[in-house]
């Protein structure tokens, strides 16, 4: 049962690196809603920065892409988002933001600014790990991690869509990551993602990792980091030159429930 949405999201063009949010940011634009009351308020506007018609109320855990400050404000950021599904899903995947509207800076984390899971490799080099090291009385065996499979590719077997100008639109009809016309020598792939908390834990399904080629290997480009045990993050910025792209999953007790993913060339 397919249970991915899967919406064309273009965000190159896209002001969210600008020079306010280098700024505010390090690596890559996603916020969630940290407040303690368990949600936050997000001002929605119209014709102008002024005119709020419409207050949305965002969980504890939801995620965001920050866009820039808030037009003369000093406490409140610009934000989009996704627009909620009408019936709760497993996994939902997000490419384009329907949403936007401002958000008190005080109720709001950067997601590369949270306290982060220790990465590594195994020793085959085909998988990274995280750990959560965050408290060193917990016995290494018990503490959380997240554990993320590169292999080399099987594309080339799979069914293809192109078209006119040969790119290639879906692969088993969903919508290749990091890859164009063709499928380059030696392509990898995100094979699994695993999620191992003390009572909890589980496999990524397939939706949540579905095409995404050319995952990167560095550490510099992917990161784990977590809001408290409940709501952990996973981003990485994968492929290179026109075929980049960022992603970020959102685990949320032990689980994958959505993924928010946009093209970004270098």
């Known amino acids: 049962m397919m249970i991915s949405v899967n919406k064309a999201f273009y965000l190159s063009a896209f002001s969210i690196f600008s020079l306010a949010f280098v700024k505010g940011q390090n690596k890559v634009p996603f916020g969630v809603v940290k407040a303690e009351e368990g949600y936050a308020n997000v001002r929605v506007h119209k014709d102008n920065y002024r005119k709020i018609v419409d207050k949305i109320r965002m969980r504890k855990g939801d995620v965001f ?16 988002y996704p627009e909620k599904q009408d019936e709760d899903k497993p996994f939902v995947r997000y490419e384009t933001l329907d949403k936007e509207g401002m958000v008190n800076k005080e109720r709001i984390a950067y997601i590369d600014q949270l306290p982060a899971y ?29 554990v993320i499979d590169v292999y080399p590719s099987n594309a080339g077997y799979r069914k293809k869509e192109k078209d006119a100008e040969g790119k290639i639109l879906t692969i088993d009809k969903i919508k290749p990551w990091g890859i164009g016309n063709d499928l380059p020598e030696g392509m990898t792939e995100i094979k699994s993602i695993r999620v191992q908390q003390p009572g909890r834990g589980s496999v990524f ?4 990792i579905k095409n995404m080629f050319q995952p990167t290997m560095d550490f510099n480009n992917v990161a784990v980091t977590a809001l ?39």
Not at 118 to 145: L, Y
């Open 65 to 80: 892409v920050y866009v820039k400050p808030a037009p003369g404000e000093t406490e409140w950021i610009w934000i989009k």
């Open 118 to 146: 220790t990465p590594s490799k195994s020793k085959n080099g085909k998988s990274m790990i995280f750990t959560d090291n965050s408290d060193p009385k917990v016995p290494t065996a018990q503490r959380s991690k997240v």
């Open 205 to 208: 399904v397939r939706e949540a």
């Open 228 to 266: 408290d045990n409940d709501n952990i993050f996973l981003y990485m910025t994968n492929g290179s030159g026109e075929y980049r792209y960022t992603t970020l999953w959102t685990i949320k007790k032990g689980r994958v429930i959505s993924q928010i993913i946009y093209h970004n060339p270098e």
